[in-house]
């Protein structure tokens, strides 16, 4: 037991073990970038894919919240995802932020209703 937790350390596999392979991991990262691609309510072009031992990391940014949870919804359906790390910014474009002063501004008219 302890060789073989060993073995996985170092990156060796050993009958038995179920991390993936390079390959598989490779073929994953192609099926995930074609999920992305087909997915008309993501940008694809700004999000990065990363795959170790099964797991995908999404990386990038996108225009909205919405965009980024259809980026990881597609990856769970995926054979050979063993968990998704989501690192995708939410950055929004100009006419969507709006300034502490008049955040403020609609709290007090919401609150004078």
């Keep these: 037991m302890a060789?073989?937790?060993h073995n996985a350390r170092k990156g060796m596999r050993d009958e038995g073990d179920t991390m993936t392979s390079s390959t598989e991991d490779s073929e994953l990262r192609q099926a995930v970038i074609a999920?992305?691609?087909w997915d008309p309510s993501v940008d694809a072009s700004s999000i990065a894919v990363a795959v170790r031992e099964g797991v995908v990391t999404l990386a990038g940014?996108?225009?909205s919240y919405a965009e980024k949870l259809s980026a990881g919804r597609g990856m769970k359906a995926l054979s050979g995802v063993r968990g998704i790390a989501d690192d995708i910014e939410v950055r929004l474009d100009?006419?969507?932020v709006r300034s502490d002063a008049d955040?403020?501004?609609s709290v007090l008219r919401v609150r004078l209703i």
Excluded: D, M, P
Aim: overall charge negative.
């Design 103 to 105: 955040l403020a501004q």
């Design 61 to 63: 940014s996108v225009r």
């Design 94 to 96: 100009g006419s969507n």
């Design 35 to 37: 999920e992305l691609e």
């Design 3 to 5: 060789e073989t937790i």
